[in-house]
């Protein structure tokens, strides 16, 4: 029989790789930990080295860390940017 680990209830080193367009896939233990089905959103927080990777609450608000720039807010700016 086959054994999986149980990450819930301790410190947990789990890896991925990078593919060559920067895209990984998150892990199962991983996915299982934040409850995460397909169409949640992911919100990053880098703290010096490291990331830290929360569940954005479905329907909820996050900050938008760039909303206080209003020069780049023009409608030259959302022509040359806006399909990024």
Do not use: C
Not at 34 to 53: F, K, M, N, T
Not at 55 to 71: M, N, S
């Amino acid at each position: 029989m086959l054994r999986v680990p149980d990450y819930r209830n301790e410190l947990a080193m789990i890896t991925s790789k990078l593919t060559s367009k920067a895209q990984t896939t998150i892990p199962q233990p991983v996915r299982a930990a934040l409850h995460l089905e397909e169409g949640d959103e992911l919100l990053y927080e880098i703290v010096d080295q490291r990331v830290i990777v929360t569940k954005v609450p479905r329907g909820g608000v996050v900050d938008d860390p760039f909303g206080t720039f209003d020069e780049w807010r023009s409608e030259a700016d959302r022509k040359a940017y806006g399909s990024l």
